[in-house]
């Protein structure tokens, strides 16, 4: 069956391009055309007016969530105090939160046990509502480490080498280390590295081996150096965290870009609130000052959020994005940064990030234009994944623009 959405505009994804009076052509779920209107066919197949107030893009990805977390108070007590069997409820659900917010990809940086494994077999066997899931089943960690609770523990290079085999079975599509403690485990210090070189590069080289890539968890300016030269793929938070402040490291940074690591700065929507607390207004300025500092020498950014952590819920997407926004990156920045740029640090930019042809139809409608505001992207009226209809709100926003 052919289906094409006409709108006001699209945002390809590929470079500045824009395109009035849109069309994308979905058939058997992949992306047959996206272009002007008049570049459609003789063919068009069903035509589905989605509104000239509307936007089409790529579905939105979110590069770091925990479905395995509750985005309360305290997720860490949590999760600790529910069984296996209502967790999994808990992380479909979240699932469903993520399709919600316009997200038609995501990747789970580390749940409890193997039920990540479930929960994305759930996912593409139709019986869990959700994204496209990318799985690093247990974070790696030391004894006590952050997130020992998730059950991932290795201490040394041959049990990080073992772990990473045992994921890699398991049916990961990527490894996720904690390089460095984190600010969520009692007992682990954020600022301090875990693992020395020589036990990141036994899980570097582990994915390598198999063309997996490697998510390190770096708060510290000691774990994020060690991680560079290990060899990760990907760097989650890059906070230059020292016992006492902050050390940006210039040649780390500089490495970071000569590489091509991606950094997931997981940015949550709270960056202007903090500005304005005295409690946390230096920490956010510096924050902002060294993602400044990161994206002037072309380090690359993809969108995430650490959804499931403290009070940081599955629609904290676009919020992060507008954290962002405050270093300067331009609203077509932006969307890339969730989008394409995101779907490169993923490795899935083959299948998913661009409305291209050829690609899986993850589509996403919103009202209004992220261009002109990037707060438009919460305005999620329509949600295709893999051109399958995963959420519907057109008449809720044609009823509000005809209103205007």
């Known amino acids: 069956m052919k289906t094409t959405y006409l709108a006001g505009r699209a945002i390809i994804g590929t470079g500045e391009r824009v395109v009035a009076d849109a069309a994308v052509t979905v058939e058997a779920g992949r992306i047959t055309y996206a272009g002007p209107r008049q570049g459609v066919g003789p063919e068009p197949g069903d035509l589905v007016q989605v509104g000239q107030h509307m936007t089409l893009l790529p ?3 979110d590069s770091h969530v925990h479905l395995a977390f509750d985005a309360s108070a305290d997720p860490v007590a949590h999760l600790k105090a529910i069984g296996d069997e209502h967790l ?6 979240n699932a469903g939160r993520l399709i919600e917010a316009g997200i038609t990809t995501a990747r789970d940086c580390g749940g409890r046990g193997f039920l990540p ?4 077999e759930s996912i593409e066997l139709g019986t869990v509502r959700g994204p496209h899931l990318l799985i690093s089943i247990r974070p790696i960690t030391t004894t006590g480490g952050h997130c020992y609770f998730m059950g991932g523990r290795a201490d040394t290079a041959e049990e990080c080498r073992k772990i990473s085999r045992e994921h890699i079975e398991a049916g990961c599509d990527f490894l996720k280390v904690m390089a460095t403690g984190g600010m969520m485990t009692k007992g682990s210090a954020p600022w ?3 693992y020395d070189r020589r036990e990141l590069e036994a899980i570097t080289n582990e994915g390598k081996r ?7 968890h770096c708060h510290g300016t000691e774990g994020i150096v060690n991680a560079v030269h290990a060899g990760v793929d990907t760097i989650e938070h890059c906070s230059w965290l020292m016992p006492k402040g902050y050390l940006y490291d210039e040649d780390t940074a500089g490495l970071i870009a000569e590489k091509g690591i991606y950094v997931c700065p997981t940015t949550t929507g709270h960056m202007a609130q903090w500005l304005q607390d005295p409690a946390r207004s230096d920490m956010a300025r510096v924050r902002l000052e060294n993602l400044k500092k990161m994206l002037s020498i072309g380090v690359k950014l993809a969108a995430g959020t650490d959804a499931g952590i403290n009070n940081v819920g599955f629609d904290s997407l676009v919020g992060g994005l507008e954290d962002l926004e405050l270093t300067g990156m331009t609203r077509m920045q932006l969307v890339e940064c969730a989008t394409r740029q995101a779907a490169e640090a993923l490795d899935v930019d083959k299948r998913t ?4 042809a050829g690609k ?8 209004g234009n992220p261009l002109d505001r990037i707060g ?4 999620v009226a329509l949600v295709l994944r893999s051109g399958q209809v995963m959420l519907d709100r057109r008449h809720q926003f044609a009823t509000a623009a005809a209103a205007d």
């Open 353 to 356: 990030g661009t409305l291209e």
């Open 59 to 61: 579905g939105l990805i």
């Open 117 to 120: 494994v479930v929960i994305k």
């Open 376 to 379: 438009d992207l919460r305005n």
């Open 88 to 93: 999994l409820l808990q992380m479909a659900m």
């Open 360 to 367: 899986e139809a993850d589509v996403l409608a919103v009202a």
């Open 192 to 194: 301090f590295p875990q």
């Open 210 to 216: 198999v063309g997996k890539k490697t998510s390190a």
